[in-house]
């Protein structure tokens, strides 16, 4: 049995974007301005960014044109590299990476809900596993619903980006004072600039990170090979022109020294311009892009899980598809059940961190894929990434960029996330033999 076509270019689009949005662009402008230290490097580093994101859609347009898969990066590192690579890929999205991932992007749900509406703060958990539930459920019911509701997500989102940016640039005036704040130092001579933008890439790309997994539904998608390279650039697009909009405003609002400072600078920018009410508004548009990235994530990584057990690499159960919704249920149901673990094991976030700098290992492996891809001549023609090869060893070196930083940054974090990962080694030789046995 296979998927059912159902999803087109605008859908598919707002896949894109929803995939991109969640808290990151509303939290992390702080983080990189305290790393970077003034507003035009602030700018620059986010510039950045917006170019490594392009360049990575355009790869994933090209790798999703070539094999429109279910699975996605999942089908291109098995093809392009080996099946081990593809393996230990959605092993780490199954551990940790989606299930991880949804467990601490939950609570930030939870925890905005109980603040707006004066919930007992006992609560949390509880909420944020209720969340995680109602989008498994959701989910069950055919890619169809699940689209439909990221497409509301998706909007509300972009609404939410609209109502900061025009509070901040139309509605906001100048920079308030920001007694008691730590202005922060911006590096001079070029090798430290250099250090201080690796350091920023790291939020950065995170916030900008997401667009790869639209390709997840390839085989959901109608006339994948042209639709979906079309969806990644339009998203991609809007995502760029939103984040640094964004980034624009926050730098207006509160200027770098108050965004450095601020732990909540969406916030601080609607509510200096709008009042108790603006902030009560883009808490709520918060607590809208937290739980449109849950449903992105239910609706998204069960197919890798579900294309793995495909090719015999795991459960058998995972790979069947619901006979009328046309859906992967046990895997549905079994990413739903362990995020819901994670949330109360207590743990997720430091799990979390272990792999995120994983997320970068296997982003610059796709690059490599479809280099090998390229020369082994797989695939047709039609959507082909521009200025090849030279884009795709830009993307691969960004990567690796990002990858170092962390390691330099936080050893031990890495060293957890490779031990994370290689866990998956005799999983992997497990179900191979079984495989070949067969």
Known sequence: MSYARRVGLFSGTMSVVGGIIGSGI???????????GSAGLTMVAWTLGAVVAVLGG???????????KAGGTYAYLRAGISPLVG???????????????????GYTFAS????LFGIDPGRTTVIAAGAIAIFTVINLFGVQFGAWAQNGFVLAKLGALALL???????????????????????TGFGPTVAAVATAFVPILFAYGGWQQTNFIAEEIIDPERNLPRALMLGVAIMVLAYLLANATYLAGLGVTGLANSTAPAADVVGGALGETGRRLIGIGVMVSTAGFLNTVTLLSPRVYQAMARDGLFFESFARLHPRWRTPIVAILFQGAWS?????????????DYVVFADWIF????????????????GSGGFRVPWYPVTVWLFVAAAGYVVLG?????????LGGVGLLALGLPVYWYWARRRARR
């Open 58 to 68: 355009l790869i994933y347009g090209e790798l999703g044109h070539r094999l429109p």
């Open 165 to 187: 940016i025009v509070a901040g640039l139309f509605v906001g005036g100048e920079p308030p004072p920001c007694p008691g704040c730590v202005a922060p130092s911006a590096p």
């Open 340 to 352: 819901i673990a994670l949330l109360y094991s207590g743990t997720y976030g430091q799990l979390l």
């Open 87 to 105: 393996f230990l890929y959605a092993w780490g999205l199954l551990l940790i990476m989606s299930t991880g991932a949804a467990a601490a992007v």
């Open 363 to 378: 982003f610059g492996l796709s690059g490599i894929a479809l280099l090998a891809l390229r020369r082994r001549g797989d």
């Open 112 to 115: 905005y809900a109980v603040n």
């Open 406 to 414: 962390s390691v330099r940054s936080d050893p031990e974090n890495a």
């Open 26 to 36: 509303f939290l992390n402008p702080a983080i990189v301005a305290q790393r970077v």
